[in-house]
């Protein structure tokens, strides 16, 4: 490169270049080198890395920086770590003799430091994050049978961290409170193969009777290195009891029946999940000619779901609902009968109509390979109603008929973030599959939830209005709500609102967050709300039906706040509003004295129904006044904040 008037002597020159396959570009996109002085010839300086060595992970958060320049530290000399530039004068290096050290003044972020010096490079990787444990089977405080039990936990380590040591997974058992021994992968009973663990208490020679209670302390550790403030190491403890066959299980007993019709329906399979959860292996059955089923269950919470193998109806979940984040509980204890009669589950039927095709694929994630037993529906873009819905094989695969049309594909599972097709996790910004014959490959990749743990809870309810304003928002159910890192917008944990509309995180670690809620048929809370957790935090969800102003008479005449809700509010409220003519459209708050506390929202909308959100910070209790303007109309109305 041939600069203007000469490069200066001895200058280091840094900078971004577009060269896909030179040598010379780092892992940064950065290009070094350095221009001689020609009339003194240069030091050949080496760098050695001292603390941390290359390759290396540390859990320290403050992990220091040391090496040495020889024959001599030269007054030029500058470190440049993860693209920004260090240079003796700053506090963060240090110097004596020929040893440098560098000082971080802010605490590490995970993952990958590429540092440079003198055109050498060192890179170490940084995990403060111990591996993730949650059980799969049983659930804490369950009721299950002493034969089989495998019990089973996910284990795993982000792709990005140092990795699981496998060699420091213990598994330590107490019966009835005594100690029953501790187990490694390597013991009889124990298997792991990432990223789940299996422990089978009877081959490991652990005899279990009804009445029994077990409890599993499980620990996992990572490879940082014990020099380098490590390993990062996670202990989670399960408890379950084992079900004596004549007194603790319970039979779940209903009929299946044609909706329109109210005929039996032999044939259907009817099966168990984990109430917001998945599907249960084994716990299903087959309807006979008069449409019944009895599925043994053992305490716990439930729902179940109907599916028709020669996909004539479409699937019913408990109480009629046609998607399983919406279906009702069925709660069991030691109270309960031991046959539970259950109410009918109406199916409705696929036809008449068009000739129906299949939207088949398989669901995996990158490092797992197939899911098993995850659940996908297909929803018409036409009307957002489920249009059917499936169960993943053991191979990943699934296969969903729908007539033609255009169909948002959502693939869910316990342990994974749910996810539409082609990646999007809001169904207002999924991509869609056109259907006018058999469609093939729709494969939907899902991420492992793998949350940082933490003493953070955040806790609170969804509503949902019905799209009239006149009506107070009720709970909504189902609805999913996700906490996404405020600083790339990725998910880091997740759950589902229960009947009640309530949701809770808890675990979580100190940090910064968005908050998402998601729900077919329903406007997501955006402007995404900043949540910094530390604690326990409250924060309801307010979610606005969409339901275009074309469907309403008067359009023209549209216009006003239809609910400032909940109210009154301790942390966001959510701002629901018509107008029914094309126009810039600002929202703001106000104190009761009338002073202007915040332009909330200001933009050019078109007809329509929306939904703000207003997250304050930094104001006291008290009433306020949300005001809502366009096209020269203006209206007002009260709000509380109690903090």
């Known amino acids: 490169y041939h600069y203007p008037g000469g490069w ?80 003796l004068a700053d506090p963060e290096l240090s110097v004596s003799g020929d040893t440098v050290t560098f000082m ?116 996992a550790s990572d490879l940082v290195e014990t020099e380098y403030c490590g390993p990062n190491t996670r202990i989670e403890d399960l408890r379950f009891y084992i079900a004596d066959p004549d007194s603790d299980r319970h039979y779940l007993s209903g009929f299946v029946v044609d909706s329109a019709t109210g005929a039996p329906l032999e044939g259907i399979f009817v099966h168990v999940f984990n109430y917001l959860g998945g599907i249960i292996p084994d716990l299903m059955d087959t309807t006979g000619a008069d449409g019944s089923y009895s599925i043994g269950v053992y305490n ?48 409705p039927e696929m036809g008449p109509g068009p000739t129906l095709y299949s939207i088949s694929g398989t669901i995996t994630e990158e490092d797992d390979g197939p899911i098993d037993a995850a659940y996908i529906i297909a929803i018409s873009s036409e009307d957002e109603d489920i249009e059917d819905a499936a169960i993943s094989n053991p191979s990943g695969d699934y296969d969903i008929k729908v007539s033609p049309g255009d169909y948002y594909v959502l693939a869910f599972h316990e342990n994974y973030f749910p996810e539409f097709y082609e990646g999007s996790i809001d169904w207002s910004s999924a991509d869609t599959i056109h259907v006018t014959a058999d469609v093939t490959g729709v494969d939907i990749d899902l991420n492992l939830m793998d949350p940082a743990g933490g003493d953070g809870e955040l806790f609170g309810y969804v509503y949902g209005d019905s799209g009239s304003r006149y009506l107070v928002p009720e709970p ?21 609102s229960r009947y009640d509309g309530s949701y809770h995180f808890e675990d979580i670690a100190e940090g910064t ?38 469907e309403t008479p008067h359009k023209s005449e549209s216009f006003g706040l239809e609910t400032v809700a909940p109210n009154p509010f301790n942390s966001a409220c959510g ?66 904040l109690i903090k």
């Open 513 to 550: 967050y968005l908050l998402l809620a998601d729900k077919i048929n329903y406007l997501h809370t955006t402007p995404y709300c900043e949540v910094i957790l530390d604690t326990t935090l409250i924060m309801d969800i307010n979610m606005l039906k969409t339901t275009p102003v074309a």
């Open 104 to 219: 971080p003044s802010m605490v590490w972020v995970e993952g990958i430091v590429n540092v440079y010096v003198l055109g050498e490079h060192l890179s170490f990787g940084i995990d403060l994050t111990p591996p993730y444990i949650a059980p799969i089977y049983p659930t804490d405080g369950a009721t299950v049978p002493a034969d089989p039990l495998v019990v089973r936990f996910n284990i795993h380590e982000p792709i990005t961290a140092s990795g699981l040591d496998e060699e420091s997974i213990d598994i330590a058992v107490f019966v009835n409170g005594s100690s029953a021994g501790t187990y490694g992968t390597s013991d009889p009973g124990v298997g792991y193969i990432e990223p789940e663990l299996e422990f089978e208490p009877s081959t490991a020679g652990i005899t279990l009777e009804a009445g029994d209670t077990v409890q599993l302390i499980v620990a």
């Open 300 to 347: 716990g919470i439930y729902t179940l779901g109907a599916f028709d193998p020669l996909f004539d109806y479409r699937p019913t979940f408990f109480h009629d609902r046609a998607d399983l984040l919406e279906a009702d509980p069925i709660f069991v204890d030691a109270s309960s009968p031991s046959i539970i009669s259950l109410d009918t589950l109406h199916m």
């Open 575 to 640: 701002i629901s509003y018509t107008i029914g003519t094309p126009g810039k459209v600002v929202i703001e708050a106000y104190d009761i004295t009338g002073h202007k506390i915040e332009v909330i929202d200001e933009r050019n909308l078109s007809p329509g129904r929306y939904l703000t959100v207003w997250c304050p910070d930094d104001i006291s209790s008290g009433v306020y006044l949300i005001k809502l303007t366009c096209n020269g109309r203006s209206q007002t109305a009260r709000t509380l």
């Open 8 to 87: 200066p002597d001895a200058a280091e020159v840094h900078g971004n270049w577009a060269i896909a396959n030179c040598d010379s570009v780092y892992a940064d996109g950065m290009v070094y080198f350095h221009v001689a002085d020609d009339s003194v010839p240069p030091p050949d300086f080496e760098v050695t890395w001292l603390i941390p060595p290359d390759f290396v992970w540390s859990g320290c958060e403050d992990q220091e920086i040391v090496f040495l320049v020889e024959p001599y530290v030269p007054d030029t000399l500058t470190v440049i770590i993860n693209g920004v530039l260090y240079g």
């Open 476 to 496: 909504l159910r189902g609805t999913r709500v996700y906490l996404l890192d405020a600083s790339d917008m990725t998910p880091v944990a997740f759950t589902v």
